[in-house]
């Protein structure tokens, strides 16, 4: 395995973090990106100094909320500086981070990642994406949003995925010599989800039960694509690469 200089973009984030750990147990060279570390993606300071000497940007930043306009905005400005920095510094390819079932998404979030594939294909720089399931991690922000005592999650099936998991996908893919630099027409992007359907209701439930928290499953929620979602649009291709942990079994190594 040839070691490389990998640049992280959203280095913190609930992906970033295990996709530094994973190229750094590799062996590789890694540049955290984050406003933590003196480098924002949006305004490009610190940008140009953090890309020099980079061989491949894994791009994993994300806007921290599902307002399609401000969610655009952030992915547009990021994908366009990104590419716009990473060619000055003579960077090969980025790989970037997505989410299954966003090619049909007709409001919210799922608009926005829609547009972030779209940019980054249509931009300077070689790239290569990878969709994946919902995570383990993105459970706990369903009891975190609830009004009372009470949290009303979605009873959505999904191939809940943990984010190492991604991450190490992610990874496989950036340093895969023989996967193409960009996506082949008539070709699925690849898929990363977990080894098995679950539902995002009844997963929040045996995370509830250890926080004290009573969930009820929603059929009908007040969301973005809700029946495209309830009717299976979050579950994996045929083709996607399934790997473990199931949402229990990550639950169980949970403090």
Do not use: C, M, P, Y
């Given at each position: 395995m040839s070691i490389r200089k990998f640049a992280v973009a959203g280095a913190t984030g609930r992906l970033g973090r295990h996709v530094v750990d994973v190229l750094a147990e590799r062996g590789h060279q890694v540049v955290p990106m984050s406003r933590a570390t003196g480098v924002d993606v949006i305004?490009?300071?610190?940008?140009?100094?953090?890309?020099?000497?980079?061989?491949?940007?894994?791009?994993?930043?994300?806007?921290?909320?599902?307002e399609?306009?401000?969610?655009?905005?952030?992915?547009?400005?990021?994908?366009?500086?990104?590419?716009?920095?990473?060619q000055k510094?003579?960077?090969?390819?980025i790989t970037?981070?997505?989410?299954?079932?966003?090619?049909?998404?007709?409001a919210g979030f799922g608009v926005a990642k829609k547009v972030h594939e779209e940019l980054h294909l249509s931009e300077r720089l070689p790239v290569r994406i990878l969709r994946a399931?919902?995570?383990?991690?993105?459970?706990?922000?369903?009891?975190?949003?609830?009004?009372?005592?009470?949290?009303?999650?979605p009873a959505w099936p999904s191939q809940l995925v943990a984010a190492r998991t991604v991450a190490k996908a992610l990874v496989d893919l950036a340093t895969d010599p023989d996967a193409p630099v960009r996506p082949v027409p008539g070709t699925p992007i690849p898929e990363i989800a977990g080894p098995r359907k679950e539902n995002l209701a009844e997963a929040a439930k045996l995370l509830g039960a250890r926080r004290n928290i009573k969930v009820v499953g929603v059929d009908n929620p007040n969301l973005p694509d809700a029946e495209y979602a309830a009717g299976g649009g979050l579950l994996p291709g045929p083709h996607a690469k399934l790997a473990g942990p199931t949402f229990q079994e990550w639950l169980d190594t949970r403090p």
């Open positions: 305004t490009g300071d610190g940008l140009a100094e953090a890309l020099t000497g980079v061989d491949i940007i894994i791009d994993v930043a994300s806007w921290h909320a599902s399609q306009h401000a969610a655009t905005e952030f992915f547009r400005t990021s994908a366009r500086n990104l590419h716009e920095a990473g510094a003579g960077v090969a390819q970037v981070a997505s989410v299954i079932g966003i090619d049909k998404a007709t399931a919902q995570f383990h991690e993105f459970v706990g922000q369903f009891l975190d949003w609830r009004q009372g005592d009470v949290a009303h999650v």
